[in-house]
């Protein structure tokens, strides 16, 4: 699994980074991927021998904003940060600092994640979620990337990046809102042992991910007036968000989660039954 991704990696960023930057030889795309990757590495071997996943989002979010510095400082080494680039790397910090402190604070509220637990005690198998996170910061990333490293000047701004800008901020405020909304329920003893199916979660069973899936969509907009050849490819990126919380890792193992607990509760069926997985519907429950 590990030499798969060191492999997915490599390729994305060689292809994607044809116009970037050189930084001492090697293109700012293949550093931002070794970053990605190289943070994960360290951060595991405390956390293999203390056998704990408690900053494992924590430093997935670090990563980001190593990578959004790092390609900011390394695109400036050819031309001084267009109003595009600093849009974005703010973006991205604003998303960064809002989710892993989010899932950091919840991980220390619960005490643990349950899919590290037959992990953790293998630091062969351990190692394995630390690489995967790599691969999502580095995918994620990819867009960002290419336009912060690009070498020469930037494209002015035009309505795709006002289209992103909209699109970003649509899917931040799903975002917050829906976990927020998750939180104060779960905050309530009344509330323990059940799903939520109020405010967003009454349109939607999973409208965190919906938020997530439309904000780095609006982030790969803005590559559209930049990108050239296989820079394109970098758009990979949103792709990989919608494959990745929808068939993967985020919605298949929640409903599977879901199903365990309630599935002989008619109560959940109905709300599953009439509840979309993803896009919400418009009309008001019950309406």
């Not at 509760?265 to 896009?279: A, G, I, S």
Request: proline share 5%; net charge neutral; with cysteine.
């Amino acid at each position: 699994m590990v030499a798969i991704v060191i492999l997915i990696i490599s390729l994305v960023a060689s292809a994607i980074g044809i116009n970037s930057v050189d930084i001492d030889g090697f293109s700012a795309t293949i550093i931002s991927a070794a970053i990605a990757l190289g943070v994960q590495w360290l951060s595991w071997v405390p956390a293999s021998v203390k056998q704990t996943e408690r900053f494992f989002d924590i430093t997935g979010g670090v990563t980001f904003l190593v990578i959004v510095v790092f390609s900011l400082w390394a695109g400036s080494q050819s031309e001084p940060p267009s109003a595009r680039e600093w849009i974005v790397s703010a973006l991205v910090v604003i998303w960064s600092l809002r989710l892993s402190s989010f899932l950091f604070l919840r991980i220390h509220r619960t005490g643990k994640d349950g899919r590290f637990d037959s992990l953790k005690t293998s630091p062969a198998r351990f190692i394995i979620p630390w690489t995967l996170q790599g691969l999502w910061v580095f995918l994620t990333m990819s867009v960002v990337i290419v336009i912060n490293s690009q070498s020469g000047p930037a494209p002015n701004l035009s309505i795709w990046d006002g289209m992103g800008m909209a699109l970003w901020t649509l899917g931040f405020g799903i975002e917050v809102v829906a976990d927020a909304q998750k939180t104060a329920f779960n905050s309530k003893i009344e509330n323990r042992g059940k799903w939520i199916d109020e405010g967003l979660w009454a349109r939607s069973r999973h409208p965190n991910y919906l938020g997530e899936i439309l904000l780095w969509t609006g982030i790969s907009f803005f590559g559209i007036p930049c990108f050239e050849g296989l820079e394109m490819i970098a758009w990979i990126s949103p792709i990989f968000i919608f494959i990745l919380l929808t068939r993967i890792s985020g919605i298949p193992i929640l409903e599977e989660r879901a199903m365990a607990r309630w599935e002989n509760d008619p109560e959940y069926q109905k709300y599953r039954e009439n509840t979309p997985t993803l896009v919400p519907r418009l009309r008001a429950p019950g309406s």
